[in-house]
């Protein structure tokens, strides 16, 4: 793309986990960035100086007039938002308030002030409980829990808005984010987080002393929930070739899976874990997570058609690795702090 096609991108809860991977990718591709975060699990650290900052709200229609205005804003690659398949069964309102309603509000005024394109952080929880293979977009969407359906309405809106209005959009349907920057630049830093491969190299900087596997029982060859696990910063490229094609092809909107296109159980990560740090991880078994399906994995051609898009980290031992000197980075910044 010609560098003069390069609009300024709105990145939401761009001090987020993903996020902020995304905010990297853009500036290194030459992207102009802005970044709008209320900082409830994100780090103002984890945005570059260099990059307009806006602590605040994606519902405070003020705020996002001032920044679309003052920054010229043509696209906006959206992060904001609760990721907890649990919290979201416990506490719906607070995922449709944040995912869906908060979204509207993002969506409305994006289209006031005339914002072209417009990317969508999905999940492969809409697909619901589907057969144990790899998905593809064409799927029937049945989300079994809250965080699922709120994504799921909000991937509606979008296409309304883009039947009715001059602006595209791209929805990016993420299966398991895991890893960190291999530059060490950004990672997984929210305290509580629930990521198996996070929680896995918690327990061997010694911060957890043990990983609890939900359920054992699941109808797969072990028994253990198998997932499709895909590297954060490959994701974060993803989102950058997505606004490519969107740009290249206003009169189009996109619907891509972002994975691999293959699964580990549980077992089978923890057991890539151990081998790559040298320590065998204490395992307790506990109860299903409510909302937790058996598998999901994706067929991610659609992406590999559509744009240029090549993931560079799918190795799990690498995504294991780079987790894992993220939170000795973080271990050692917080200890310093």
Not at 78 to 99: C, M, Q, R, T, W
Not at 131 to 141: A, G, M, N, S
Not at 267 to 289: F, H, M, N, W, Y
Not at 317 to 337: F, G, P, Q, Y
């Amino acid at each position: 793309m010609d560098d003069s096609a390069k609009v300024p991108v709105l990145v939401t809860g761009g001090a987020g986990y993903i996020g902020s991977h995304a905010v990297l990718a853009l500036r290194d591709a030459g992207w102009p960035v802005a970044v709008i975060d209320n900082l409830s699990t994100g780090f103002r650290w984890a945005v570059p100086d260099d990059v307009p900052f806006f602590e605040g709200d994606i519902a405070d229609t003020a705020l996002l007039a001032r920044i679309f205005t003052e920054h010229n804003i043509g696209a906006i690659m959206h992060f904001a938002g609760s990721i907890v398949v649990p919290e979201s069964v416990a506490d719906p309102l607070k995922y449709y308030d944040n995912n869906t309603s908060r979204s509207r509000t993002l969506i409305q005024a994006a289209v006031e002030h005339g914002v072209p394109h417009f990317i969508f952080s999905s999940t492969a929880t809409v697909y619901g409980e589907p057969e144990i293979k790899p998905l593809t977009e064409d799927d029937p969407l049945q989300p079994v829990n809250p965080y699922g359906m709120s994504k799921l309405m909000t991937e509606r809106i979008l296409a309304d808005i883009s039947r009715a209005h001059a602006m595209n959009h791209c929805v990016l349907r993420y299966f398991n984010v895991c890893g960190a920057d291999p530059a060490a630049r950004s990672g997984q830093s929210t305290a509580g987080a629930t990521h198996l491969i996070k929680v896995a190299v918690e327990t061997v900087t010694g911060k957890r002393d043990h990983v609890a596997i939900f359920g054992c029982d699941y109808p797969t060859p072990d028994g253990t929930g198998i997932r499709d696990y895909i590297h954060v910063s490959d994701l974060a490229s993803a989102h950058v070739h997505a606004l490519s094609a969107l740009i290249d092809r206003p009169e189009r909107s996109l619907t891509m899976n972002v994975g691999y296109g293959r699964g580990f159980s549980v077992l089978e990560v923890l057991d890539a874990v151990d081998s790559a740090t040298g320590t065998t991880i204490v395992r307790k078994q506990e109860p299903r997570r409510p909302g937790d399906v058996p598998a999901l994995i994706s067929n991610p051609a659609r992406i590999h058609e559509v744009t240029d898009w090549q993931p560079v980290h799918d190795d799990l031992e690498t995504i294991v690795c780079h987790a894992l000197a993220w939170e000795r980075k973080l271990h050692d910044m917080r200890r310093n702090s």
